[in-house]
């Protein structure tokens, strides 16, 4: 069987669902996805209320979809309690003692939540969040590390109306502080500190430092996860609140009553913002609602992971970022899917964790991103081959562009030769995946990421909004709103248009390249704008530069992405010192740390290089295509040099090569 696919893939690049898989799948054949599909489309409300039968509604809608572009709305009129959906509805049947949540801490501690037990620990915390003075249309800022809690805590905003931004636990106090001010947050849900790779991150501390620029915080829950002197906990006196002395309270009838039966919000009250770099300095505060959001992650769950009660799922992404909200909070849980979590690194202890996790839980279907995959390649098939995988019967990549060796190595050896591959190209904006194959019904090529799905109007397009032949590069757009898309930017509706609504004539574009081929099939290639896509993290090159030019010694700075084999793209960034300062290796430090500090240690540049002068135009434009030139090694400029300032600039840029 094995060697029948491993030919057949060589052969045509094509992978054929294994029969077994596909008797089983909820999806059976591509003649099933394209009759879907084509009704998603055509008729989409029919569409929608079929396949969202078992999300709670309290009402149901008085209008599907209504827009005026930019703008939309799903599910009009329609009553729902997002948590309601992921929680109460479990209760009544035999999910209601099944895992949740599988939770395996990084120190090797494992603790399993029960539908029953997750309910009862966010019923718990609304009510206490509602006696702390949350309320519907509150913002509320998440800055934990990967524990149940960290979900817990989104799940009871969702119950009372309030709007969660999440904010990685690997942002940097700066990072945290502008995030928290931007939304203005009233309370702040965080923990003492996380483990990762053995050592602690400090949160608490690191969330007082950005609380002392943060006027509109009242009070901040504090989980403790680490516990002892390491996490350098100190609690502000009527401030701070232990997570543990919260619960422990008796909670007001008022607000237990109101947690115990949730109001059901609008189908466009705001369910969470999630900050994501674009192409100026500022992160955006995509804004996602809730009965669109909810839909698009629940059909997704279910027909892309092929999700079934009996699976015990994993997506490895940190609950920091929107594959986290998507895919390990709502979309699985309102499934009833039992989601395991990991806490840590991938490496840690060794490169043999993430197998043995599989192993000792017996996960069946694995979501992780290319970026881990290459890591993995990396260090040799042997960690891999130590554990018995066999559980595994469905894998899915995210957040960049797999290359078809990396997809072949998964196939072959992660998934033994019997796993389909889902690949599952999406945004934080999309909310949902908008383009992949269903494992049972499709077959997939190694690096194509896909159909669309369901509802999903997408096509490669010219400039001013043409269509592309098949195979001919293009700017990927989406030409009808779709339930799950972000509706605005969090306080910035003319920058949302602008960044999405305004290059190309009503159609929202993506930012990525991509071409279709004569079967239909996308593939993306990536970003086309100015935002870098490092290790399956989003990064705006303009956000690095103004940290940069932040620092005391910087004058000017430019960064740009540069091809690497393990990270898709590595960070470059070009510094012009002021007069006087020396550019050596101390300058360096300085500016990495300057980078770990404004940011966050992940956005750290791969390679500082210092400059005399950047390339410029004659009106004084950085020009980013030469630098990207130069950081990829190459020579001679490709590109036309033309309208640069001084061409010796360029020489001299490449002589200095590190
Ligand atoms: C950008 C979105 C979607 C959750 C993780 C990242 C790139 C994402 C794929 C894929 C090729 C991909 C795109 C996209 N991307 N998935 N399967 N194939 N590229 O979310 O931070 O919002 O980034 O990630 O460039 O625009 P994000």
Redesign the pocket.
């Given at each position: 069987m094995t060697d029948s696919i491993e030919s057949r893939l060589k052969e045509d690049r094509r992978f054929v669902p294994p029969d077994e898989f596909q008797k089983r799948a909820h999806v059976t054949s591509h003649a099933e996805y394209t009759a879907m599909y084509r009704r998603s489309l055509d008729e989409p409300e029919a569409f929608w209320r079929e396949h969202t039968q078992d999300l709670v509604f309290d009402k149901t809608w008085d209008r599907f979809h209504a827009w005026k572009l930019p703008h939309a709305t799903f599910f009009e009129g329609a009553k729902l309690n997002a948590s309601v959906s992921c929680l109460d509805r479990h209760l009544d049947g035999p999910r209601r003692t099944k895992a949740a949540i599988v939770f395996e801490g990084e120190p090797g501690d494992t603790r399993t939540l029960t539908y029953f037990e997750l309910h009862r620990e966010v019923v718990r915390l609304t009510a206490h969040l509602a006696d702390l003075g949350v309320k519907a249309g509150d913002r509320v800022t998440i800055y934990m590390g990967m524990v149940p809690e960290a979900i817990v805590a989104m799940l009871a905003c969702a119950r009372l109306g309030a709007t969660h931004s999440v904010v990685f636990g690997g942002f940097s106090a700066e990072a945290l502080r502008d995030r928290i001010n931007d939304c203005q947050a009233k309370v702040l849900l965080t923990q003492d500190a996380a483990w990762r790779r053995g050592s602690v991150v400090p949160l608490k501390q690191m969330a007082d430092k950005a609380l002392e620029e943060c006027p509109t915080i009242e009070k901040v829950v504090v989980y403790r996860r680490v516990g002892d002197a390491r996490a350098h906990v100190t609690m502000k006196e009527g401030r701070d609140v232990w997570w543990e002395d919260l619960m422990g309270r008796t909670a007001s009838a008022a607000s237990l009553e109101l947690a115990k039966k949730p109001p059901a919000h609008d189908a466009e009250h705001p369910l969470f913002v999630l900050y994501?770099?674009g192409s100026t300095g500022k992160p955006k505060g995509v804004l996602h609602t809730t009965a669109g959001y909810l839909a698009g992650v629940h059909v997704t769950t279910k027909f892309v992971f092929d999700m079934k009660d009996s699976d015990l799922y994993w997506c490895t992404?940190d609950i920091g970022?929107?594959?986290g909200h998507s895919y390990i909070v709502y979309g699985p849980l309102s499934c009833g899917a039992a989601c395991l979590v990991y806490e840590g690194a991938p490496n840690f202890p060794d490169w043999s964790r993430f197998w043995q996790i599989i192993e000792k839980h017996g996960v069946s279907i694995l979501y992780t991103?290319p970026t881990a995959i290459r890591a993995f390649i990396r260090a040799g098939d042997e960690w891999v081959q130590k554990a018995d995988l066999s559980s595994l019967r469905l894998l899915g990549?995210?957040?960049?562009?797999?290359n078809p060796e990396a997809w072949t190595w998964y196939h072959r050896v992660v998934g033994g030769g019997r796993c389909p591959i889902v690949?599952?190209?999406?945004?934080?904006?999309?909310g949902s995946?908008l383009?992949?194959t269903l494992p049972g019904a499709c077959y997939s090529k190694p690096g194509s990421?896909g159909l669309p799905m369901f509802g999903v109007d997408i096509a490669v397009v010219k400039d001013k909004g043409e269509d592309c032949k098949a195979n001919e590069g293009g700017k990927l757009v989406i030409r009808r709103p779709w339930p799950s898309m972000a509706r605005t930017l969090f306080g910035d509706d003319e920058r949302y248009k602008a960044a999405y609504w305004s290059q190309i004539p009503d159609v929202y574009f993506?930012?990525?390249g991509a071409r279709r081929d004569e079967d239909g099939y996308f593939w993306?290639v990536?970003?086309i704008d100015d935002?870098l896509?490092v290790s399956?993290?989003?990064i705006g090159t303009a956000e690095i530069e103004s940290a940069l030019v932040s620092h005391p010694i910087v004058a000017e700075a430019a960064a740009v992405g540069k091809p690497d084999d393990l990270k898709g793209q590595a960070l470059v960034v070009f510094v012009t010192l002021k007069n006087g300062v020396t550019a050596d290796k101390n300058a360096k430090d300085k500016l990495a740390e300057h980078i770990d500090k404004e940011i966050g240690k992940f956005a750290r540049p791969d390679q500082i290089r210092f400059t005399d002068a950047l390339p410029k135009t004659r009106s004084g434009k950085i020009m980013r295509r030469l630098l990207k030139e130069v950081a990829s090694g190459a020579t001679e400029a490709k590109g036309d040099t033309s309208t640069l300032e001084d061409l010796g600039v360029l020489a001299k840029l490449r002589a200095d090569e590190d």
């Amino acid at each position: 069987m094995t060697d029948s696919i491993e030919s057949r893939l060589k052969e045509d690049r094509r992978f054929v669902p294994p029969d077994e898989f596909q008797k089983r799948a909820h999806v059976t054949s591509h003649a099933e996805y394209t009759a879907m599909y084509r009704r998603s489309l055509d008729e989409p409300e029919a569409f929608w209320r079929e396949h969202t039968q078992d999300l709670v509604f309290d009402k149901t809608w008085d209008r599907f979809h209504a827009w005026k572009l930019p703008h939309a709305t799903f599910f009009e009129g329609a009553k729902l309690n997002a948590s309601v959906s992921c929680l109460d509805r479990h209760l009544d049947g035999p999910r209601r003692t099944k895992a949740a949540i599988v939770f395996e801490g990084e120190p090797g501690d494992t603790r399993t939540l029960t539908y029953f037990e997750l309910h009862r620990e966010v019923v718990r915390l609304t009510a206490h969040l509602a006696d702390l003075g949350v309320k519907a249309g509150d913002r509320v800022t998440i800055y934990m590390g990967m524990v149940p809690e960290a979900i817990v805590a989104m799940l009871a905003c969702a119950r009372l109306g309030a709007t969660h931004s999440v904010v990685f636990g690997g942002f940097s106090a700066e990072a945290l502080r502008d995030r928290i001010n931007d939304c203005q947050a009233k309370v702040l849900l965080t923990q003492d500190a996380a483990w990762r790779r053995g050592s602690v991150v400090p949160l608490k501390q690191m969330a007082d430092k950005a609380l002392e620029e943060c006027p509109t915080i009242e009070k901040v829950v504090v989980y403790r996860r680490v516990g002892d002197a390491r996490a350098h906990v100190t609690m502000k006196e009527g401030r701070d609140v232990w997570w543990e002395d919260l619960m422990g309270r008796t909670a007001s009838a008022a607000s237990l009553e109101l947690a115990k039966k949730p109001p059901a919000h609008d189908a466009e009250h705001p369910l969470f913002v999630l900050y994501t770099s674009g192409s100026t300095g500022k992160p955006k505060g995509v804004l996602h609602t809730t009965a669109g959001y909810l839909a698009g992650v629940h059909v997704t769950t279910k027909f892309v992971f092929d999700m079934k009660d009996s699976d015990l799922y994993w997506c490895t992404a940190d609950i920091g970022w929107v594959t986290g909200h998507s895919y390990i909070v709502y979309g699985p849980l309102s499934c009833g899917a039992a989601c395991l979590v990991y806490e840590g690194a991938p490496n840690f202890p060794d490169w043999s964790r993430f197998w043995q996790i599989i192993e000792k839980h017996g996960v069946s279907i694995l979501y992780t991103a290319p970026t881990a995959i290459r890591a993995f390649i990396r260090a040799g098939d042997e960690w891999v081959q130590k554990a018995d995988l066999s559980s595994l019967r469905l894998l899915g990549s995210v957040g960049e562009p797999i290359n078809p060796e990396a997809w072949t190595w998964y196939h072959r050896v992660v998934g033994g030769g019997r796993c389909p591959i889902v690949d599952t190209w999406w945004q934080t904006e999309t909310g949902s995946i908008l383009l992949t194959t269903l494992p049972g019904a499709c077959y997939s090529k190694p690096g194509s990421t896909g159909l669309p799905m369901f509802g999903v109007d997408i096509a490669v397009v010219k400039d001013k909004g043409e269509d592309c032949k098949a195979n001919e590069g293009g700017k990927l757009v989406i030409r009808r709103p779709w339930p799950s898309m972000a509706r605005t930017l969090f306080g910035d509706d003319e920058r949302y248009k602008a960044a999405y609504w305004s290059q190309i004539p009503d159609v929202y574009f993506t930012g990525d390249g991509a071409r279709r081929d004569e079967d239909g099939y996308f593939w993306v290639v990536g970003r086309i704008d100015d935002v870098l896509n490092v290790s399956g993290h989003r990064i705006g090159t303009a956000e690095i530069e103004s940290a940069l030019v932040s620092h005391p010694i910087v004058a000017e700075a430019a960064a740009v992405g540069k091809p690497d084999d393990l990270k898709g793209q590595a960070l470059v960034v070009f510094v012009t010192l002021k007069n006087g300062v020396t550019a050596d290796k101390n300058a360096k430090d300085k500016l990495a740390e300057h980078i770990d500090k404004e940011i966050g240690k992940f956005a750290r540049p791969d390679q500082i290089r210092f400059t005399d002068a950047l390339p410029k135009t004659r009106s004084g434009k950085i020009m980013r295509r030469l630098l990207k030139e130069v950081a990829s090694g190459a020579t001679e400029a490709k590109g036309d040099t033309s309208t640069l300032e001084d061409l010796g600039v360029l020489a001299k840029l490449r002589a200095d090569e590190d």
